[in-house]
């Protein structure tokens, strides 16, 4: 068929571009192409491409296709995102963040568009980092058969869906460093340029090898300023880096705290620690959760940005592994001052954002036992 005419950008948000064109003689399907990369099989003259970054200008292109094959590419037109509000349109006030894995590690392998209705924040683990001092990059694993323009169709379904995909840097085994102005300027560049790429709605802060508050709080921000006001950031540190507000994760959070929309902290593979109360505590308890959280709710973030992050089975991590029970009933705690174990807050936080879980793979493989539990129940939360 002949290339289409008449392109046009129509109505905008934050995360999404409106087009349409004329229609082809011959032509039984249109596919849109976004900065040259093609993003969308449609049937009929019009599509929206979702899964864009917020303030930011995008080239589009159509072609027309039968079974003869695929026209020349139309006029480009140029679409530009509006700058949007608040912490990303697919996060509610309570949400559930679940960790998806680019990997087969003997837990269920998973597609995108498999990730359990359920979880509100999806984090793609994992970046990888890369020559360059700060900058990362992301491939899909082979192992998975996966192709990236099914990724990128599943993303963008998630988030017409209401939900929000990040892309997680970090993990056990990964080690990015941005500790100058250059790396953090790399680091910054980098996770934009993916969040183009593939759709995400931000980034995920998993590092689990030390972290400079200085230059990584340069590195969220310039990134922020890039991404704009809906762009999602959370953080999945340990328990111990968050034990104190001088520890290098607490304090990063703290400096962007304008930005930051939730901390899920590991409350697994630490063993004992001590609670906002100066008692030790021992994981795989209410007390535990709770006591702990209280540190981050105590100490300078708002309720809506602590989650509590827990495997979604037992073999989900070494040691920490609680019943879905034990979650909400820790939730309930925090949140409306019931289900508490020996230790009771002062005071409630009904505005604790959630919990997040490793991961959906692990939650699929144990009968999704997890998010059938908490899921639910965190979107019940005053």
């Known amino acids: 068929p002949g290339a289409p005419d008449g392109l046009r950008a129509g109505a905008t948000t934050s995360s999404s571009v409106a087009l349409s064109w004329h229609p082809v003689g011959g032509a039984t399907g249109y596919h849109v192409y976004r900065d040259g990369t093609k993003v969308q099989s449609v049937s009929g003259t019009s599509a929206t491409v979702t899964g864009l970054a917020p303030s930011t200008s995008y080239r589009f292109e159509v072609t027309a296709t039968n079974a003869k094959g695929e026209s020349p590419r139309s006029a480009a037109v140029t679409g530009t995102t509006t700058a949007g509000s608040g912490n990303g349109p697919g996060v509610p006030k309570h949400a559930v963040t679940g960790y998806w894995q680019n990997f087969n590690n003997g837990a269920t392998v998973q597609k995108i568009s498999d990730v359990q209705d359920q979880y509100d924040i999806i984090a793609v683990a994992f970046a990888d980092a890369t020559a360059t001092r700060g900058a990362v990059d992301f491939t899909l694993d082979p192992a998975l058969n996966y192709t990236e323009e099914r990724f990128k169709s599943d993303i963008a379904a998630k988030q017409a869906a209401g939900k929000s995909v990040?892309?997680?840097?970090?993990?056990?085994?990964?080690?990015?460093?941005?500790?100058?102005?250059?790396?953090?300027?790399?680091?910054?560049?980098?996770?934009?340029?993916?969040?183009?790429?593939?759709?995400?709605?931000?980034?995920?802060?998993?590092?689990?090898?030390?972290?400079?508050?200085?230059?990584?709080?340069?590195?969220?921000?310039?990134?922020?300023?890039?991404?704009?006001?809906?762009?999602?950031?959370?953080?999945?540190?340990?328990?111990?880096?968050?034990?104190?507000?001088?520890?290098?994760?607490?304090?990063?959070?703290?400096?962007?705290?304008?930005?930051?929309?939730?901390?899920?902290?590991?409350?697994?593979?630490?063993?004992?620690?001590?609670?906002?109360?100066?008692?030790?505590?021992?994981?795989?308890?209410?007390?535990?959760?709770?006591?702990?959280?209280?540190?981050?709710?105590?100490?300078?973030?708002?309720?809506?940005?602590?989650?509590?992050?827990?495997?979604?089975?037992?073999?989900?991590?070494?040691?920490?592994?609680?019943?879905?029970?034990?979650?909400?009933?820790?939730?309930?705690?925090?949140?409306?001052?019931?289900?508490?174990?020996?230790?009771?807050?002062?005071?409630?936080?009904?505005?604790?954002?959630?919990?997040?879980?490793?991961?959906?793979?692990w939650d699929a493989a144990n009968g999704n036992a997890w998010s059938k539990a908490v899921g639910p129940h965190v979107h019940g939360l005053p």
């Open 166 to 361: 990040v892309i997680s840097v970090g993990g056990e085994r990964g080690t990015v460093t941005v500790n100058d102005a250059a790396s953090a300027s790399n680091f910054a560049d980098s996770v934009h340029a993916l969040m183009r790429k593939y759709g995400f709605n931000g980034v995920d802060i998993d590092l689990e090898n030390g972290i400079d508050p200085t230059y990584m709080t340069q590195a969220l921000r310039a990134l922020s300023a890039k991404a704009g006001s809906t762009l999602v950031i959370t953080m999945a540190p340990q328990t111990i880096d968050m034990q104190s507000t001088s520890a290098g994760y607490f304090r990063t959070a703290l400096n962007i705290k304008d930005i930051l929309t939730v901390v899920n902290m590991q409350y697994y593979n630490s063993g004992s620690m001590n609670g906002c109360d100066g008692k030790v505590y021992s994981q795989g308890s209410v007390d535990f959760l709770t006591a702990l959280a209280c540190i981050q709710l105590e100490g300078g973030l708002a309720p809506s940005q602590v989650g509590l992050g827990l495997p979604a089975s037992s073999r989900g991590a070494g040691s920490g592994y609680v019943a879905p029970s034990v979650v909400t009933n820790a939730l309930d705690c925090l949140a409306k001052g019931t289900g508490c174990g020996s230790f009771k807050p002062a005071r409630t936080y009904p505005d604790i954002r959630g919990a997040m879980t490793w991961s959906t793979n």
